[in-house]
């Protein structure tokens, strides 16, 4: 595969006028925004509150085992490899997994995904006894749901009349009615299947930027074509090495990281950005900012001015509660990704999402890199990062939800495998929606932004630039395209555009 790079992307011998940018916050979409501004020439400075990199790319080590703290889900690596250079894209070896997920349903019946389209479809209609070319069908369908949605949704700022007017965009508009945007995900999927269990299984990728398929646009079915076509990714060092590869690219630019800077204010005057106050009080001016922060707080703390209004109200999206678990086994039965479903996925959303409370019956994640990297954990154990979806913080006992929720996946993760799980547990740290939000800043640990439940919720992100303030930029998470590491680098990508067409 050719990787374009950002030379080649834009022609840069255009870009005369080098200044200086501040990017706050070293998130993946900052790191990434800071490697593209450095290519086109400008200084870069990135402030990051902590003494380390990534944000939610995190990482664990504890007593033999490690842990990527944050996303375990790798797809669309092609967004990291156009960011590296040729030596730096061999040194990121990255493996594409032959198995998606391991499914285990409440039933006791188990299904695995083959990263196979073809071997997919055949398995699911085998075990789900439904017609393969319906499952095939609604791929394809899928497919170009992509195809015209992603020029106009995901590459290009929808903020601005050029991404409409052009051929892709022109296009895009023409085929909105394929987007089943006013059926949820739920409602289309019912009248293409019969299978509860199928039904659950398409459900579930709602989840992939933190929404509720009984609400979410059935447009959001285009994710699974996503991971069927270009696959589930782990990079050989676990998923930390994203970060770690991207700063290493960043350096041989020149980007200037400065750690344990945590930005008080981006100070303002008329429509500019003049400068940014750290919390020990040095004031730094900048030619431009931008913003790997959640876009709530950034207008809330750091812009001390209101949040506009369609931001404001638009809904966060789930967080998630973690356990990281060193485990003093092996289980044959697992793989790298596991899901064991709850029996009601409908009453389980309706907690996530209406009652804001913890479901007796969470469906349960395992991610085992230890299963590749067998560094990851002591020989004879493996590495469980257990996960569950939970509302984001709105002031619930999150200590007390942590328990509840460690003795209902304790005892559903013992009925599957047959063994008592606690009885293997070496060691234990826990992440819950609170420390999210404290660690990487994200407006009440939502792990999104904002969901996407509401038809108009793309309309409704912050733009990738701001329209008060003309040096001002957004990237990351909470900010268009959305969450996700691919989604994260496309943002980047807008930003560096942007900016590369202004200046
Ligand atoms: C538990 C979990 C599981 C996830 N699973 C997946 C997955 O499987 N696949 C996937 O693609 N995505 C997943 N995600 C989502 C993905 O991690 C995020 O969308 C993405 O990493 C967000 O990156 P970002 O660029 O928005 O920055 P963030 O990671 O949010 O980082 C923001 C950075 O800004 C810094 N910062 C904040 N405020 C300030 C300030 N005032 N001054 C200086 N620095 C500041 C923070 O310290 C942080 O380093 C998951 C997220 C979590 C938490």
Request: contains cysteine; neutral net charge; proline residues 3%.
């Amino acid at each position: 595969m050719i990787y374009l790079h950002l030379e080649q992307q834009f022609n840069i011998e255009n870009c005369t006028k080098s200044m200086q940018f501040s990017i706050v916050g070293s998130g993946i979409a900052g790191l990434a925004t800071a490697i593209r501004l450095a290519r086109l020439g400008h200084q870069v400075d990135v402030f990051e509150q902590h003494s380390t990199y990534g944000g939610k790319l995190g990482v664990l080590e504890m007593d033999g085992y490690r842990f990527d703290t944050g996303p375990s889900l790798f797809t669309m690596p092609q967004f990291v490899r156009e960011l590296l250079d040729e030596d730096l894209n061999q040194k990121f070896q990255v493996e594409k997994l032959p198995i998606l997920c391991h499914y285990f349903f409440s039933d006791q019946s188990r299904f695995q995904v083959s990263a196979n389209q073809e071997a997919f479809v055949n398995d699911a209609s085998q075990f789900f006894i439904e017609d393969a070319d319906a499952i095939s069908g609604f791929l394809k369908k899928s497919k170009i749901v992509y195809d015209i949605t992603a020029p106009v949704f995901l590459e290009n700022s929808l903020h601005k009349l050029s991404t409409y007017t052009k051929p892709s965009g022109l296009r895009g508009i023409a085929n909105l009615w394929r987007l089943e945007m006013f059926k949820t995900m739920n409602q289309s999927l019912e009248k293409r299947f019969t299978n509860p269990k199928l039904i659950q299984f398409f459900s579930r990728y709602a989840t992939y930027n933190g929404s509720d398929p009984y609400q979410a646009p059935a447009t959001l079915n285009v994710i699974p074509h996503l991971e069927f076509e270009y696959g589930a990714h782990l990079p050989k060092l676990g998923m930390r090495q994203i970060a770690d590869i991207l700063v290493e690219q960043s350096l041989r630019l020149g980007v200037n990281f400065r750690y344990n800077q945590k930005v008080k204010s981006i100070n303002h005057h008329n429509q500019m950005i003049t400068s940014l106050s750290l919390e020990n009080n040095q004031e730094l001016s900048t030619d431009g900012v931008i913003a790997n922060v959640d876009a709530k707080i950034v207008y809330n703390k750091l812009l001390n001015i209101d949040v506009p209004r369609k931001i404001d109200h638009a809904e966060n999206s789930s967080s998630a509660l973690i356990f990281y678990w060193g485990i003093n086994r092996t289980f044959s039965e697992l793989d790298i990704h596991n899901i064991f479903f709850a029996e009601s996925y409908r009453d389980e959303f309706k907690a996530i999402f209406k009652t804001h409370t913890l479901h007796h019956d969470p469906t349960i994640y395992i991610n085992i890199t230890s299963k590749l990297i067998k560094q990851d954990a002591p020989s004879e154990g493996e590495n469980w990062f257990v996960m569950i979806n939970v509302p984001y913080n709105n002031g619930q006992d999150w200590d007390q939800i942590t328990q509840q929720a460690k003795t209902f996946i304790l005892q559903k993760l013992s009925e599957h495998l047959k063994v008592n799980i606690q009885n293997h547990i070496v060691c234990e740290s826990v992440l819950d929606p609170v420390t999210i939000e404290s660690r990487t800043g994200s407006n009440k640990g939502s792990l999104y932004g904002s969901s996407s439940n509401d038809r108009m919720s793309a309309f409704f992100r912050q733009s990738n630039f701001s329209n008060q303030f003309d040096n001002l930029y957004f990237c990351g998470g909470s900010v268009h395209p959305g969450g996700g590491i691919p989604l994260c680098l496309l943002s980047a990508k807008i930003v560096s555009k942007v900016i590369f067409e202004k200046n």
